[in-house]
């Protein structure tokens, strides 16, 4: 049994009191530390009050999520529900499957509450909230929507044939997508940024499925409660300043900003984006040697030690883009100083894998720290790669094989860091010797490239 939040005694919780995260993993060894919150609430059977509890809690490889328990001891009713409790994404999330062949249908879909289904060449659409959040197969979801639209049809045949009759024509048309005898386009699109469709190619990319991120538009925002920030206020408020305020703020002596010393370190106070629970962002602006300088953001959470770091160029974009081929040939290689870029692209040959501009974000570390880092990304973002649900064996076999490079026990392979913005950077432990077994090449850059860094978008006439 859990333990009951019990009543009266108990002050509410804040950000600044709570001592645990908000979102804890059930297991054996904590049920009895978890807490359900009790509140009383109106029974629509019988008009009386009964009780509701709240349990916040983890599904692992998945999201947070809320579960709601509704109990009347006056007329015996009863119901429990699930909801979403997962921090919603900075981006919307758009994915495209083209479905071609039968093993399709195998693919787990997780569609959050407020995703979309849609069959563009049926032109068939499950609207948000229409289905609540659930994981599933691809068949699964289409079979949950055949059942919905027969569920009402021997009325619509008694009171409305016509439709009835057009209603058996579409549902025939859903079945035949079982069968997948044409092929068909499956769309998920989630404003929360919280669904996701399996890729049954991991970690390589999936020609038959796309994913795209968006900014959401003010009426998803809306949809998804979340406050729009108005500039209307902003032009409102900024317009409202009078003439004697504006002389005054032109009479008063500008400050020259004060450069940040090597040795001062910047904290500033956020939320841990993995239990959302109060967390510091350290700052530090670093020299690398025989390179240039950077600014380093180190987050570490003391609730459930979620630790994240990002590398921000100090320094601009140069004039040339770098490419640093790196040959490991010993297991001391391991432990070289790496700076990856944001922009910048990583490359291992030897497993045909290639880590795209963006993913990681800036990071500094040791060659095997990042790779750890990407190892625990791609089954971050492949859920269904591991574990029971595991489908395929080819992510597993590749996470083996960084597994083995990680442990320094697969050698000889080559680190390729390609750098358009040329802020990357990879030790070179004779330095200043030239190192044998790495080339740094300087390169122009292409348009493309350009555009990319925004460069191409710079205006400098008349500066």
């Not at 692209?345 to 974000?361: K, S």
């Not at 790495?438 to 122009?444: D, L, P, Q, S």
Request: hydrophobic share 30%; glycine share 6%.
């Amino acid at each position: 049994h859990l333990n009951m939040a019990t009543s009266d005694d108990r002050v509410p919780a804040t950000s600044d009191t709570l001592t645990q995260p908000l979102f804890r993993n059930i297991d054996a060894s904590n049920v009895e530390e978890l807490e359900t919150s009790e509140l009383e609430s109106l029974c629509l059977e019988c008009g009386q009050n009964g009780t509701t509890r709240l349990l916040l809690t983890k599904i692992p490889m998945f999201l947070e999520v809320i579960v709601m328990s509704f109990s009347c001891p006056h007329c015996g009713n009863s119901n429990n529900e699930v909801q979403e409790g997962a921090t919603i994404h900075d981006k919307g999330v758009k994915y495209t499957l083209q479905v071609t062949k039968p093993q399709d249908k195998n693919r787990l879909i997780v569609k959050a509450d407020s995703a979309t289904f849609i069959i563009p060449e049926l032109e068939f659409e499950v609207p948000p909230n229409a289905q609540k959040g659930s994981v599933n197969t691809l068949e699964g979801f289409i079979q949950c929507s055949i059942e919905g639209l027969e569920k009402d049809q021997p009325t619509r045949k008694t009171l409305y044939p016509e439709m009835a009759e057009k209603l058996d024509t579409f549902i025939k048309k859903l079945k035949a997508c079982l069968d997948v005898s044409t092929p068909f386009t499956v769309i998920i699109d989630d404003p929360s940024g919280n669904s996701y469709i399996e890729n049954k190619m991991a970690p390589d990319p999936d020609p038959a499925l796309t994913m795209e991120q968006y900014t959401r538009t003010p009426e998803q925002n809306t949809l998804l409660g979340l406050a729009e920030e108005s500039s209307n206020k902003e032009k409102e408020s900024s317009s409202e300043k009078t003439e004697d305020e504006d002389e005054k703020l032109e009479e008063e002596e500008v400050k020259e900003p004060q450069a940040v010393s090597h040795d001062e370190i910047l904290v500033f106070k956020e939320s841990c984006s993995n239990c959302q629970m109060p967390a510091e962002t350290r700052m530090k602006v670093v020299d690398i040697p025989h390179f240039k300088e950077v600014i380093v953001m180190a987050m570490s959470c003391e609730y459930c030690g979620h630790k994240s770091n990002e590398i921000k160029a100090g320094s601009g974009i140069s004039d040339t883009g770098t490419r640093i081929n790196l040959h490991l040939t010993d297991p001391s290689d391991l432990s070289r100083d790496i700076l990856k870029a944001e922009n910048a692209t990583l490359n291992i040959p030897e497993l045909e894998f290639e880590v795209q501009p963006g993913t990681l974000g800036g990071r500094f570390s040791t060659i095997e720290g990042l790779l750890s880092n990407i190892k625990d990304q791609l089954i971050q973002s492949n859920p269904f790669g591991m574990g029971d649900s595991a489908t395929h064996t080819k992510f597993n076999e590749f996470v083996k094989k960084l597994d083995e490079i990680i442990q320094g026990k697969m050698l000889g392979i080559h680190l390729i860091l390609d750098d358009p913005s040329g802020n990357s950077y990879l030790q070179n432990v004779y330095a200043p010797e030239e190192d044998p077994e790495m080339k740094v090449e300087r390169y122009t850059r292409t348009d493309k490239q350009n555009d990319m860094l925004g460069l191409n978008d710079l205006k400098t006439d008349n500066y």
